[in-house]
């Protein structure tokens, strides 16, 4: 069963305070008339970013889904999509405000061939800047109020109009007659009334589109300076946590395995540089499963009344709900072995967060967990080796923003210093940890390598 935590836990989390880079992103709008080379614009800026945290918004994910009457219209090309009136603002407004206290949204998918949205959604986790670009993407004022960069494209009429007649003919599968049709019943009287006002409100106006590199090279390095002022700040948050952490006892919820004289031989094989590579997983995977059942006692658990085989009443205790386990990428991969053997059905969900090389920084890769994680009573974290705490750290907050409760989550690792180990439960001590032992502070990840033999 776990634990309510100490008074004095309770103290330090009103204290301590952990935010990835993630939160607080930064959201640049790209407005302009249908054709004017907004999308080229924005794929422009990613690709000379050349980063994977960067992403495109449309607008056009957001148009509101049709009735039939408005279905009909828009197939004969009468429904006006140039208005306000047909995106959902406040649904992009609801996902705008979700990345930005770092929660997962869900994107809808439209359909231009159906004219309504589509059953399926994109998952959007984790970006550290947003460009969000559409034909009103400066109109509404809330959406306004979140952008920390706006652009206007400004291009020729005709050149628009070109520009709309072969995406919509190569894309969309349209007519040119409808197109034009569109173009002079909507589209252009909606540019006077919606759109050329937001050159009011913009930062930068950008003629000739993705052809004006002067533009687009202001906008990356404002977009460069902001992702460096959050890696800095990131960096001075591990900071400050290691120095409330060198203050602090370990936690109560952190346990480690008994060392028994058993124990210590097979740590005593595994530390041993003269050990063959079967005679290292061998023992490891034991070390692993003890590991996974000591995890397991943090686990919640009912009382359960079962009948013995001699017909007595047994008051036992049965598993409360689901368990899962969540990979630490891929140190946390050598800990499978052990896992499936207490576990043989237990579903997987995977997390890979590497150090940048050149400032150290923990940074998120990639993340897929299991659609349902949030109602599994216990989820089990594994990693091989935890120094530092910052891959831990983060890992544990992807879980919470998946919606994980922080008592529900079970860091367990074979080896962790103790710095990492107070970062760790001061910013989330309601999680449990589990530990073989106890090493340096800074030590190399050396498991993984004599694990997988490379």
């Known amino acids: 069963m776990t634990s309510t935590p100490t008074l004095q836990n309770k103290a330090i989390v009103s204290k301590a305070h952990y935010a990835p880079p993630w939160v607080d992103l930064s959201i640049i709008g790209i407005a302009g008339s249908s054709g004017s080379g ?14 994977p945290w960067v992403v495109i918004l449309s607008m056009d994910s957001y148009y509101n889904s049709l009735d039939p009457e408005s279905s009909k219209k828009a197939f004969n090309n009468e429904f006006d999509f140039d208005s306000p009136e047909a995106i959902d603002f406040d649904a992009l ?5 979700d990345l930005k206290a770092g929660k997962r949204a869900e994107i809808p998918m439209y359909s231009f061939a159906k004219h309504s949205r589509l059953d399926t959604t994109t998952s959007l986790y984790s970006p550290h800047v947003i460009i969000l670009e559409g034909i009103l993407a400066l109109h509404d004022q809330r959406v306004l109020d979140m952008l920390d960069m706006r652009i206007f494209c400004d291009e020729d009429a005709d050149v628009c109009l070109s520009r709309r007649i072969v995406r919509d003919v190569n894309e969309r599968g349209r007519d040119v007659n409808g197109i034009i049709k569109q173009w002079l019943t909507f589209v252009k009287p909606n540019f006077v009334k919606y759109v050329d006002p937001q050159r009011k409100v913009a930062d930068i106006i950008v003629p000739r589109g993705v052809q004006n590199k002067v533009a687009i090279a202001t906008v990356v390095q404002y977009i460069q300076q902001k992702l460096l002022e959050k890696s800095q700040q990131h960096q001075a948050n ?16 952190v346990l480690f395995l008994q060392q028994t004289p058993q124990m210590r031989g097979m740590n005593t094989i595994i530390h041993d540089t003269a050990t063959t590579s079967g005679d290292f997983i061998f023992y490891f995977d034991r070390l692993a499963a003890l590991l996974t059942e000591l995890a397991l006692n943090n686990a919640r658990f009912a009382e359960n009344l079962v ?8 008051k036992g205790l049965k598993g409360e709900g689901l368990v899962s386990a969540v990979v630490l990428e891929r140190g946390g991969a050598a800990l499978l072995t052990g896992l499936q053997r207490v576990i043989p059905d237990c579903r ?4 890979l967060i590497e150090s940048n090389v050149r400032t150290g920084e923990p940074e998120l890769r990639y993340q897929k967990l299991t659609t349902s994680i949030s109602t599994h009573s216990t989820v089990l974290l594994l990693d091989a080796q935890m120094s530092s705490g910052g891959s831990a750290l983060m890992a544990v907050q992807v879980l919470l923003d998946h919606g994980v409760p922080e008592d529900r989550i079970v860091f367990a690792t074979y080896s962790a210093g103790r710095m990492g180990l107070q970062r760790l439960t001061v910013c989330f001590p309601q999680i449990s940890v589990v530990v073989c032992h106890l090493v340096e502070d800074v030590e190399e990840r050396w498991i993984e390598k004599r694990y997988f033999r490379c």
């Open 38 to 51: 907004k999308s080229s614009i924005a794929r422009s800026i990613v690709n000379q970013l050349n980063l």
């Open 93 to 97: 407004l609801q996902t705008l405000k």
């Open 238 to 253: 591990l900071t400050q946590l290691q120095r409330e952490a060198t203050t602090q006892t370990l936690s109560d919820r």
């Open 307 to 314: 009948e013995t085989p001699q017909g007595n009443k047994y």
């Open 348 to 351: 997987l969900s995977h997390i």
